[in-house]
């Protein structure tokens, strides 16, 4: 599974690690993330993420 | 003599830590002027007046651990020294440090710790590269620095802060004649500085420098001086990768900064050692220490953190490389060969040879440049011609060369003294042509020893005393016993010779050398194969000897192009005339290699090939017709910026001849010229040296053009009386601003150095001055300046002064000395500077502020310009989605969670606020978010491309304009990262931030939302309330400067959107970088970067205490905040301003608030 990176603020989301602060499981490719999951930690949206 | 082990095989088994500043530490002491028996500033006097002060700096850095202390010797060789009279004392001075320093190191060693005593040796005053003093002037005088220091008992000696590559050679020269005398000998360490140009004073780079320096048989090559650590990591990171096996890394204590008359070097002792710690594991560095400004404090921090590490082997293999003194040419290229230029050459060359008969020196150097234009890698140079003094004309050619060519230079000469005499004027790594045994050993040895002493490489003929060897195995013979007398009896390595089998004619007809060429070839590739190491040349023009121009161009190329099959690594060539192989039609290509290869089947080869250049045009190059079609105007302005003086005088006859006013000539051509020349200098285009050399071309244009304008002297637009301050002796940028400002037509009076303000005041009255120039490359020369500055106003002056050093900065200038002299003082960083001050000075000012708000940004631009690959919808420069607002938050009927209200208060460095506007760019750059610049701003995604296409876009298309950019940066102010911020008492009342005055009461309130939803956070809550301790707050406001916002503009108005976006999104990125940094260095300030993590996502992720906020962002979304913290922080001192929609201006700036707070993270409204 691929892992994205925000272009906002280059957080980088890893499925392996999911995201706790929003309940995500690990395991979670970024596709299945819900449509409102925005990055935890500068609240910009999904369409900000690229694959890293 | 060692009862210890000695220095180089301690640093094997770990690291050796040397010690701190001494200067700076000297200065702490403050010593009277009594001290200095009125020598001011001679701190090597004070081992024999203050002994107690030395005796204690060693003692304080042995104290916290330092292996290594350094003599009080840095000045203490003759040239300095005679400059404050007493060089006859040089000997005894660095004798008592030395025993000092030895008996002070003796007390605190121990069996388990043994310490040592290391020789300073400082560089001197005067740069024998730029013609200042002459390699033996300069030897000699720290011949008896070096006796005295090996007399005292030092354990190695460190020639340091060097600044030119000859004058190293001079100072190990009078180390080895110190040794020989003696019958001791030390280790030697040699450390240069590398300035923030990336290059040593006189130009070298790292690469160059460790070209030059390895072969001399140095035991240590290192930095020190100039920057702090972190500017001079990649330098470091450049020595580990391509130096010696022990490395020395010794970097000051960041970038001096003056406060209110006291010199601050603000790294901290943590900052410093965590740098230097890197320089170890990452570099492999063995010897550390620090320079100005590090103290005991640093020091101790830097002997705990390196304790018990093991640096990483490396490896040392010096490869072959010769050098000028600005680059290093590998002897072996890819593809091969290495071309050394033939036409330097008196006897090779008739253009040359009048040239040197006429003593057209101009002319000679002209020939060298082309030489370099047709792709010659080095220049064989040979002056030798009967009836002429072949050592004065090699002395006269090289001293210019050396400063205004950038090739290697091979020495050809079969005279010693005429080879040691350009030796002597080289830093760079020469190769000397030649040695062979045709008369014995007897010179051989000689000139060998010559490349030992000087560390030459050195070209080998294959020629002995039974005369040139003409077959392969008579080659191979002579060549066995050269490589043996160089390897083993004089001690040269296989890869400093370089062996020519010799070349002779094919085409003369003469059956014996029929095969010539097939001899040479088989001894070449035989004796490779033996010899892998050993380098092979081949004057291959011979060949051709006897042919017509037409002929010998392609049976050269031919033969070329076969050697270098057969393991040629380098060939002497006219490199214009050399003809790649596929540009040569076959046939003609055939009949050569017919006669080369002697290959007599279908009739005689030479006559064939002959026979093919009947009738053939053997005219001049097209060259010499194209540069006669260039207009007079321009050629001239081209030799100016070029420093080409061939042909000058006819030159400008030929204008004024033609009509032309020779004070025009002046105005409109010679001084646009030097002008492009300070730009070129200031973009880092040009070379030090260059520029000199074009001032010189100026400087004799306008001498040849005095004589068209009898009577009437040129017109002179001011006068300017320089001088370095009172207890300072350099004088190279004062010179320098003489150079450019004279040369730009401008009257100078130098009034040299070591001046008091009374003289430059008489001076400035007697000439009627327009402008006075101090100078002053120490720190203490900074207070010096004020003082004057104060004498000057008490005497009712106000004429401009302008001020250069490397201690000052700006802020001091325009902040500090403002305010004693008032605003005719300025802050002048170079020569080009102090020129740009003078031209104002020449006319008032007229240029309008600054083009104000940047509304136009932000708006659309509309879709009519899409020539670059961004489509039109794209137009709009991103917004920050940072700024994105949220809602409003919730208010004080919310209630506060749960947070620990007791967690202690740091102690900040200082209360209240300061000013940095010289924040190193590449301390900022390194703290760059790539992923958010390539990806987000620049917009460059990955998208749905693979991996490796994608990495190859970013390597090819994207790093370099981020390299072009952060150089322009760095180099012109393009961004200039700035920043004021502060340290203020403050307390939690309820959701507000109470920001106290002196007196402890609220001066500030900040209100800040509680989120909606539980936790009801606000930022207020990370700080300790209202009626108990009060706590701190950091608050900043950082900017990378208006030019970034006008460039951006200017690129918008001239359609290049491309070059918009990318500085555009730069100068976002590197004001958001800055911010990183600032808040990187509050929380070291706080004592809490301790917490700091490290690796990639740790910035990202806020893996660090506590937590920025900026107003607008989503725990804060109010800008109205900023409104106080703009009168508080008055960043307008930094050219912030807050426009009335409460934006930024320039836009690339940040403000925000620091919690130190452990608890304190980003947080929503919920």
């Known amino acids: 599974m691929d892992r994205y990176v925000c272009v906002s603020c280059g957080y980088l989301y890893d499925p392996a690690e999911g995201d706790p602060s929003a309940s995500v499981p690990p395991g979670t490719s970024f596709d299945d993330l819900p449509d409102d999951w925005h990055c935890p930690m500068c609240y910009v949206g999904k369409a900000e993420f690229d694959p890293q | ?1166």
């Open chain 2, 1 to 1166: 003599m060692t009862r210890r082990m000695s220095l180089i095989d301690a640093a094997r088994e770990r690291v050796v830590v040397l010690d701190g500043a001494m200067g700076t530490s000297i200065q702490v002491a403050r010593p009277s002027p009594d001290d200095f028996e009125g020598k001011d500033g001679c701190n090597e006097l004070l081992v024999v007046t203050r002994p107690d002060i030395v005796r204690s700096i060693h003692a304080g850095f042995l104290r916290v651990g330092c292996d290594v202390v350094e003599t009080n010797t840095f000045g203490a060789n003759g040239v300095v020294l005679a400059e404050y009279g007493i060089a006859d004392r040089t000997e005894q001075l660095n004798h008592r440090a030395a025993a000092l320093a030895r008996a002070v190191a003796s007390d605190f060693s121990t069996p388990a710790q043994p310490r040592y005593v290391l020789g300073s040796v400082g560089p001197g005053t005067k740069l024998p590269s730029l013609g200042q003093i002459s390699f033996d002037a300069l030897s000699n005088a720290f011949l008896p620095q070096m006796r005295g220091l090996l007399a005292g008992g030092v354990d190695a000696i460190c020639i340091e802060t060097c600044q030119d590559l000859l004058q190293i050679k001079a100072a190990l020269d009078a180390a080895r004649t110190a040794f020989a005398e003696s019958g001791l000998s030390v280790p030697l360490f040699v450390s240069v500085t590398i300035e923030s140009t990336g290059t040593m004073l006189v130009g070298s780079d790292v690469q160059t420098a460790v070209a030059s320096l390895w072969p001399l048989g140095i035991d240590v090559l290192g930095l020190n001086c100039a920057t702090g650590p972190s500017a001079m990591k990649r330098h470091v990171g450049q020595l580990g990768r391509t130096g010696p096996e022990l490395l020395m890394a010794m970097p000051n204590a960041g970038l001096p900064e003056n406060v209110n008359g006291e010199v601050v070097y603000r790294l901290s002792p943590d900052e410093f050692a965590r740098w230097v710690e890197g320089f170890v594991r990452e570099d492999g560095v063995r010897f550390v220490g620090g320079c100005c400004g590090t103290t005991p404090a640093h020091l101790g921090e830097l002997v705990r953190r390196v304790a018990g590490i093991i640096p990483p082997r490396r490896s040392a293999k010096r490869p072959g490389e010769v050098s000028s003194l600005f680059q290093a040419v590998p002897l072996r290229q890819v593809p091969a060969p290495l071309l050394i230029g033939e036409r330097t050459n008196a006897n090779g060359s008739k253009e040359f040879r009048d040239r040197l008969l006429a003593d057209d020196l101009d002319g000679m150097i002209g020939v060298a440049r082309e030489q370099e234009q047709g792709g010659a890698h080095l220049l064989d140079v040979s002056v030798a011609y009967v009836g002429r003094d072949e050592a004065r004309d090699m002395d006269r050619f090289v001293s210019r060369l050396v400063q205004t060519n950038r090739l290697p230079i091979s020495v050809d000469s079969t005279d010693p003294a005429v080879i040691e005499k350009a030796l002597k004027l080289c830093g760079g790594r020469c190769l000397i042509n030649s040695i062979n045994l045709e008369d014995g050993v007897g010179r051989l040895d000689r000139i060998a020893a010559l490349a030992k002493r000087f560390g030459a490489a050195v070209v080998a003929l294959a020629i002995d005393e039974k005369g040139m060897a003409m077959t392969s195995d008579r080659k191979l013979e002579v060549a066995e016993r050269i490589f043996h007398r160089c390897v083993n009896v004089h001690g040269l390595a296989p890869q400093d010779l370089v062996f020519d089998m010799l070349t002779f004619t094919v085409a003369s007809g003469d059956p014996s050398t029929r095969k010539a060429a097939i001899e040479t070839l088989d001894a070449l590739e035989r004796f490779k194969r033996r010899h892998p190491e050993v380098h092979t040349l081949l004057g291959v023009s011979n060949v051709s000897f006897g042919l017509k121009p037409a002929a010998r161009r392609v049976l050269t190329s031919v033969f070329l192009h076969m050697a270098v099959d057969r393991g040629l690594d380098q060939a002497i060539v006219n490199a214009r005339s050399i003809l790649p192989l596929y540009r040569i039609e076959p046939i003609y290509r055939g009949a050569a290699l017919r006669l080369l290869n002697d290959e007599r089947d279908t009739g005689d080869p030479l006559a064939e090939f002959m026979s093919l250049f009947e009738g053939i045009d053997n005219s001049r190059k097209a060259d010499d017709r194209a540069s006669a079609a260039i207009p007079p105007d321009r050629r001239l302005f081209r030799m100016v910026v070029d420093g080409d003086q061939s042909g000058l005088p006819e030159l400008l006859d030929q204008l004024v001849a033609g009509g032309r006013d020779p004070l025009g000539i002046i105005n409109t051509l010679l001084i646009p010229a030097m002008k492009e020349v300070g730009d070129l200098f200031g973009s880092g285009q040009m070379q030090l040296p260059f520029v000199l050399q074009s001032a010189q071309v100026m400087k004799g244009a306008v001498g040849h053009l005095q004589k068209f304008m009898e009577g009437s002297s040129a017109h002179q637009r001011g006068t300017l009386v320089l001088a370095t301050v009172k207890g300072d002796v350099h004088d190279i940028g004062k010179n320098l601003v003489e150079i450019i400002v004279s040369n730009n037509g401008f009257g100078v009076v130098n009034l040299g150095t070591k001046v008091e303000v009374e003289e430059m005041i008489k001076a400035a009255q007697a000439h009627r001055a327009d402008a006075i120039g101090m100078s002053g490359l120490l720190v203490k020369s900074t207070v010096v300046m004020k003082e004057n500055l104060e004498e000057m106003k008490r005497r009712g002056l106000s004429l401009p002064v302008l001020l250069g050093g490397a201690a000052l900065t700006r802020n001091y200038v325009e902040e500090t000395l403002r305010s004693v002299y008032g605003p005719t003082v300025h802050y002048c960083q170079d020569a080009f500077d102090g020129l740009a001050e003078m031209v104002r000075i020449e006319k008032p000012p007229t240029g309008s502020p600054a083009p104000g708000s940047n509304s136009a940004l932000h708006a659309n631009p509309g879709p009519s310009h899409s020539a670059q690959p961004v489509d039109a919808g794209d137009l709009v420069p991103p917004r920050s989605p940072r700024l994105s607002i949220r809602a409003s938050g919730g208010g004080d009927e919310l209630p506060a969670p749960e947070v620990d209200r007791a967690v202690p208060v740091p102690v900040p460095p200082f209360l209240g606020t300061k000013l940095l506007d010289d924040i190193p760019h590449d301390e900022v750059f390194a703290l760059l978010n790539e992923t958010t610049l390539f990806r987000g701003q620049w917009r460059y995604r990955r998208g749905s491309l693979p991996r490796e296409q994608y990495d190859q876009l970013i390597d090819n298309e994207v790093r370099p304009v981020l390299a072009e950019l952060t150089r322009r940066a760095r180099e012109e102010g393009l961004l200039r990262p700035q920043a004021v911020y502060g340290y203020f008492r403050c307390v939690a009342r309820g959701r507000t931030l109470v920001l106290l005055d002196e007196g402890g009461g609220p001066s500030i309130l900040l209100p800040f939302p509680r989120r909606r939803t539980a936790p009801h956070l606000s930022i207020a809550d990370f700080f300790r309330p209202e009626g108990g301790q009060t706590d701190i707050v950091a608050l900043f406001a950082v900017t990378v400067g208006a030019r970034s916002a006008e460039e951006v503009q200017r690129l918008y108005k001239l359609n290049r959107y491309r070059d918009y976006l990318h500085l555009h999104g730069l100068a976002v990125e590197t004001a958001e970088a800055t911010a990183e940094w600032l808040h990187r260095r509050v929380r070291s300030e706080l004592g809490i970067a301790g917490d700091d993590r490290q690796g990639n996502q740790a910035m990202v992720r806020q893996g660090y205490r506590g937590s920025r906020y900026s107003f607008g962002y989503p725990a804060c979304p109010d800008l109205e905040l900023q409104r106080p913290l703009f009168a508080l922080l008055q960043p307008q001192r930094a050219g912030i301003h807050l426009s009335e929609t409460l934006q930024m201006v320039p836009e690339y700036s940040v403000t925000a608030l620091v919690a130190h707070h452990p608890g304190a993270r980003y947080f929503d409204l919920g």
